[in-house]
Each structure stands twice: as C-alpha cells, then as structure tokens.
C-alpha cells in the first residue's frame, strides 16, 4: 500500500471521527459554560473540551491571536486542532471557530504565526500581509508503524485576519530529517539578515532553520546538546532579544518534557546572541547551565509550553509570553470534566543584569490591573505578625479571584512566612518564604482532590531564592483553582493548580519561628472575564 493511500486512509477515518457524535458533551449545558467548579474566572480556557500548548500568538489589527493544541470531542489529548480566541487588551478572551484541522499529513501539532509583512510568500491577496501560521504535522500512521519520520513542517494562510485558513498546497515545508521528535517551529522576521528564522525543537537539541519566504527553508544551524538539562524531550522553541539599557541579549526558550526541579514539564531559558545562524551562548552563562543545570522561567509544576507573541507594534516593544497552565505528569487526569487546562496570565519577560550574570524576569502584563476591582481592596501596613492572622472578615470579598500584594522583612533567619488559602472543610493551599532554607515554597499536599494522580501532591514544592535584598516582595494572582506567584519583582516564578472540594472562602496570613514585618500588604478582588 503506497504512502499516499495510507494517508487517505488515516485523513478518513480522522474526519469520520470528526463527524460522528461521541458521548463527551452531550450532557453538557451551555449555559454552565465558565461556571463549573475548578472552572478559572479570569484566565483563558477552552469553553469544551482539551487543551494544552498555546499556538501562533500573533498581533495583528488590534488583536492579539491566540491559537492552542485543542481536541474538541473530549477532555483528553486526542487528535490535535488549532483552537483560536481573540482578546484586545490580553485579559478579555473572545473564542472563536477553529482554526487548522487535522488532514491527510497529520494532526496539527504546535508551532506559531507571523505577520508576512513584505508578501514573501506570495500568499497575500489585495497588496495585504497574509497571516501565515508554521505548525508541525504529526503522521500517527508513521508513528503506529514506529517509523522515525513522523513529523514534518507545513505552512497554512489567512487573508481576513485568522477567521479562515487555507493550507499550502506543497505541505510540508520542511521534510522529515531522520529524527522521531521534529517539532514546534517558532519563526521571526530577522530584519538585519533580511530573512526568516525559525527556532524548532529536535529531540534533544534546537534547529535553527533559514528561509526567504517561508516556503523553502534550509538548516542554518543548532544548539544545545551539551547545554542544559537534557532528562527529558526538548519542545517548544524560542528566539527573541531582550535589552536592558543599550544592552541587546538573545534568549532562548527551551520547553522540556521531563525535567523541571519539581518534577515533569517545565521551561529552561538561555542567555546568548544570534548570529543569523545560530544561538550562541554566553560565556558567563555556562557554569549554571551545564551538567544537567538550568535558568527556569518558572519553578512551578504548572507553566510550559510558553512561548512568546509575534508582531508586538514597536511603539509597545513588551516581549509577552503565556504558557499551558499544566503538567504532562498529570494533565489528563485532573479532575475537570467539560474542559481540561487553561492558560497562565499573560507575562511581560524583561532582561536584568545580576550578580550572577543577566536574568529574564518575568511579570503579569499591566492589562491585568483591568480587571482588578477598585471597590474591593483590602490593606495591612507596618504591622508585625507573629503566629496566626485571619484576614478573611476583614476582606468583604472571596479571595479565591483576588490578586495579594506583600513586601516584608523577616526578624530570624528560622522564620517561616505562609499565606494560606482554606475551606471550611479544612483544605488548604499554602505558599510563602522558608528563611532557614532561603527558598521560596507551594504547599498542595492538603489541598482537596489529589489522589487522582501519584505524582500531583507528593511533595511541597520549592525554589531557592536568588535575590539578596533584604525586604521581600510577593505578588500572587489567586484564581478559583490556581495560583501564580511573582516574588522579589519577577526574578523568581512559581504557578500551582490545585482543585478543592469546596473553593477556598478563608485568607490567613502566618509567621512561624520568629515573627515577619509586613510592610505593605493589598488584596484585591479580581472580575471574572466570562
């Protein structure tokens, strides 16, 4: 049987799966959508159905696009989709039809969109920049027959801003090299080599590839495979410059599937330069990034996959990343039914020079303050605690949609600080700074429903903390079932889902082994966006 009649085969029997009506939403409620329990208020999710890694992020007409991996007839992976929602300020989402189907090449694995600007493709109509989307292709006939070529490149295109797709009819783009893990391409108009690059993730290693017009590409490069930590499959790749002052770094995002401190999923980073082949790393970077070791964007279990948006106007000049609120440890298993994952906030990256060389930092987009509710603020000043304090009375709203400022100081170098969230079933989520073991923690392990995966709660999650100021500062965005913690401005980042039986109503702020200087402390309610 030829390769072609295999494909039609398989592109059959995806598009009769398509149609054919499944028992997974059926029962399903519309008017309930975005009120089911552990359902996020204010971060982005799908209305029905499976998500992980967000795709093609691209601004384009006022609009930021956000496209993700989606299986719409269940609430487990399954055959990979481009969904799409649309938001014009980066915190109130519009969802809209989706995007890419599965064909006769493959799913639609990840991959990101641009803004063709000067036609180069050829695929703009009317002298207008065609939106032209990179995906991966995944061939799960190659992949049943263990075949080493199972993934490919392909291109597709959009002249009405992202509301209909036509895929290029030379798909692939890109041909398989040999390698099993041949995904996620990142593309970006590299305007002082006059050329396309594209960052892709190959098994253990980055690609970097070249092209003109985004239909024939050639390899340029690589980087990696004695860099970093290396326990797991490299994914979902990035390349972008960050300055600080008259100082322009590169950044390389690397997404790996094992491998985070905590356990599972996370994102590591490198600092460098690009020289219109290649990533080069800094020297003063290698000593923390080699023997396994590595700078994370974020030390919680829950941010990966995160990669940045596409065409930024220049007068806006952020770097902004969102990432799969989730784990592959465990994300087909949570306990949500209509829907499974949603998004971490949106987060401005941002280069800082340390004591240890330069950092990405990273910070919720000032679009949040949108949704904060001015009539709804609770503050603590200059006050000393030492055992336990209940805010929750004091709050007049639920904290469990709430964003919680604190700047403190700690009096002894054993004091624990702790800002616990509670039901009345006494359930708990905790998290805060250990001064005896200088590291910052998340405490899940009492936190309601946990046993539906092994790996979820076994242990308290923990980061050192690298920063020497001696006042400490925590920013933390609560949301139904999750938590994003930002401390010492954004040098360190720690983002935890939890799923309480009954949502957490209590606030409690506690100083053990000594007592804490609070000196600034706001909580604020959050409106939902749904």
């Known amino acids: 049987m030829s390769l072609k009649t295999i494909q039609n085969i398989a592109f059959a029997l995806i598009m009769f799966a398509l149609i054919t009506p499944k028992v997974f939403g059926q029962n399903h409620d519309p008017s309930k959508v975005y009120k089911e329990q ?40 399954g055959p990979m989709h481009w969904g799409h929602t649309v938001s014009k300020d980066l915190v109130n989402w519009k969802n809209l039809p989706i995007a890419l189907y599965p064909d006769s090449l493959g799913y639609i694995f990840s991959g990101s969109a641009v803004i063709d600007w000067k036609n180069t493709s050829g695929l703009g109509i009317n002298n207008k920049p065609p939106m032209v989307a990179i995906f991966t292709y995944h061939n799960m006939e190659a992949e049943k027959a263990q075949r080493s070529d199972v993934e490919s490149q392909g291109i597709a295109f959009s002249n009405d801003n992202g509301r209909t797709w036509i895929k290029y009819a030379k798909n692939p783009v890109i041909k398989n090299n040999g390698s099993r893990d041949f995904r996620d391409p990142k593309v970006f108009w590299d305007e002082k080599h006059q050329q396309w690059v594209m960052a892709l993730a190959v098994q253990n290693h980055h690609e970097f590839w070249v092209s003109k017009n985004l239909k024939e590409w050639s390899n340029s490069g690589s980087f990696g495979k004695e860099w970093g930590n290396h326990s797991g499959v490299w994914e979902c790749a990035d390349l972008f410059p960050l300055k600080e002052g008259d100082v322009t770094k590169w950044v390389l995002i690397v997404n790996i599937n094992p491998g985070l401190p905590n356990g599972g999923s996370g994102t590591q980073y490198f600092v460098g330069d690009f020289d219109g082949k290649t990533f080069i790393l800094d020297e003063d970077q290698k000593p923390f990034v080699k023997n396994g070791h590595a700078l994370w964007l974020d030390y919680g279990r829950d941010n990966y996959a995160g990669v940045t948006w596409s065409d930024i106007p220049k007068e806006d000049g952020r770097r902004i990343l969102i990432g799969w609120m989730s784990n592959w440890d465990y994300a087909n298993q949570v306990p949500t039914s209509a829907w499974r994952s949603a998004c971490t906030l949106p987060r401005e990256l941002t280069l800082k020079k340390t004591k240890n060389g330069y950092r990405v930092f990273a910070n919720p987009v000032k679009e949040v303050g949108l949704l904060k509710d001015k009539s709804q603020v609770f503050t603590l000043k200059n006050q000393v605690v030492d055992g336990t304090k209940d805010l929750s009375s004091a709050l007049k709203f639920s904290p469990k949609t709430s964003a919680l400022n604190v700047t403190f100081e700690v009096t002894e170098a054993k004091t624990k600080f702790e800002i616990i969230m509670e039901n009345s079933r006494g359930e708990f989520y905790a998290l805060g700074y250990d001064a005896k073991k200088n590291e910052f923690f998340s405490d899940r392990t009492q936190s309601g429903k946990v046993n539906f995966s092994a790996k979820f709660a076994k242990n308290i999650h923990v980061t050192p903390r690298t920063s020497t100021d001696k006042t400490i500062s925590l920013n933390i965005y609560f949301d139904v079932a999750s938590a994003e913690m930002f401390a010492d401005k954004g040098e360190t980042v720690m983002t935890e889902i939890f799923f309480p039986n009954e949502d957490f109503s209590k606030l409690k702020i506690k100083s053990s082994n000594g007592s804490v200087k609070i000196k600034e402390l706001k909580v604020q309610a959050i409106k939902g966006i749904w």
């Open 38 to 77: 552990h359902r996020p208020l204010y971060h982005f999710s799908p209305s029905i159905g499976w998500m992980n890694d967000p795709n093609g992020m691209v601004y384009y007409k006022g609009e930021y696009h956000l496209f993700y991996q989606h299986y719409p007839n269940d609430n487990v992976w």
